[in-house]
């Protein structure tokens, strides 16, 4: 798990539970299987889970488009693109295939019998710049197959993609590990040819894609650009799990999928750490940790509070309001599935007491997390006994 020290806090997200109306232990479910990715619903959208960025025998994976399929059910994921390299086909020799939307097919045939979105795409696959992009929702891959970069990327925009930057800041094709515009980005940009951008892939994160994505206002991506098994390359089931995107939609489809992405409805999360704009972190965090019960603890003026964590994530929360607390130090861990009770300190009994809390394996700008508070509200108060 990652804990990034703090520059600076984000808005507070608030909720309120009173003593007595919301039973301990309210909309928290254990997970069924700890390797399937489940996180809350937001408000009135759907948390999908994603992977839009895998690779296949035909380019330079290891395994059959079939069984991309397979591990993507088995963790939970609703949706997943098969994103072989166009121009990169190191097995062309043992695996001819005149036909780039060959590994779409193979995967949308597997996926029949499930629940699993299969989206046709390609990775374009340039020197620096632009480097490699991923174009989704295409309705015929052979149609980038072109010479110009350019046009390729004319061609994605003419049959409707939606295109993001993959791992611009990979040191292979950026030496120093910095993401950063070059005039071929520029142009790709001004003509709205790019919709988003990796900040994070595979095992790397950037901080200057993240800030690119704020800064051009790019759709925030996370994806697990799997080549080989995805449990031998995040340690599924043994308590690792694969990068996804989580794009909040309006249901499950295809176009609802598509609609979210261009609205820039999504967050990230990897290796326990999610990343994402503040409009949507805060409110995934509102759905994941819920205050479900508080009460003063028998003659005493110190107050105990229940969270309930109903998300994947192990949240890693370091106490930002004015109250000590009584159980632990300054930072706790709330683990996901679970309760979390937490003991406060505020001297005196108080019908309503806020308590605040950084997220800090949440991550909503360069250095920059989110503060989530809980409003614990006991109007029934008795007086503590004397000593």
């Known amino acids: 798990m990652i804990a990034i020290p703090s520059r600076g806090l984000q808005r507070i997200v608030l909720y309120t539970a009173a003593l007595g109306l919301v039973a301990a232990g309210a909309g928290a479910h254990p997970a069924t299987d700890s390797r399937r990715i489940e996180f809350p619903n937001v408000g009135n959208y759907q948390t999908l889970v994603c992977d839009f960025h895998q690779h296949t025998v035909f380019s330079d994976g290891s395994v059959w488009p079939n069984i991309r399929v397979q591990e993507a059910e088995r963790d939970g994921l609703d949706a997943i693109a098969v994103t072989d390299h166009l121009e990169y086909q190191p097995h062309a020799s043992d695996i001819p295939h005149p036909d780039r939307n060959r590994g779409f097919v193979i995967a949308t045939e597997a996926a029949a019998k499930t629940k699993v979105l299969v989206l046709r795409g390609a990775e374009v696959t340039r020197a620096m710049p632009p480097g490699h992009c991923n174009a989704i929702f295409l309705q015929d891959v052979n149609g980038l197959l072109v010479e110009d970069p350019l046009a390729a990327f004319r061609e994605a925009a003419r049959q409707g993609a939606f295109v993001f930057w993959n791992h611009p800041s990979w040191i292979k094709q950026t030496p120093d590990g910095v993401a950063r515009l070059t005039p071929l ?203």
Do not use: C
Not at 328 to 335: G, M, N, R, T
Not at 355 to 371: D, K, R, S, Y
């Open 185 to 387: 980005h520029e142009q790709l940009l001004n003509e709205g040819l790019i919709q988003g951008i990796e900040v994070m892939n595979e095992h790397e994160f950037s901080d200057e894609s993240l800030q690119l994505a704020l800064d051009r206002n790019l759709t925030i991506m996370g994806n697990s650009d799997i080549h080989g098994l995805i449990d031998w390359a995040h340690d599924v089931p043994a308590g690792g799990h694969r990068p996804v995107t989580l794009v909040f939609a309006q249901e499950r489809s295809e176009a609802a999928l598509k609609e979210a992405l261009l609205a820039r409805r999504t967050a990230v999360w990897f290796t326990n750490t999610l990343v994402g704009r503040a409009e949507w972190l805060d409110p995934l965090l509102a759905a994941s940790l819920q205050l479900t019960s508080s009460r003063y603890l028998p003659d005493t003026s110190v107050l105990e509070l229940v969270i309930t964590n109903r998300s994947d994530a192990d949240f890693i929360l370091r106490n930002a309001s004015s109250y000590r607390l009584h159980l632990h130090a300054d930072v706790l861990e709330a683990k996901a599935h679970q309760q979390l009770k937490i003991l406060v300190k505020p001297i005196q009994r108080s019908p309503r007491v806020v308590v605040a809390f950084e997220v800090l394996n949440a991550v909503t700008a360069p250095g920059v997390h989110p503060t989530i508070a809980f409003a614990a509200e006991v109007p029934e108060l008795t007086t503590p006994a004397a000593n």
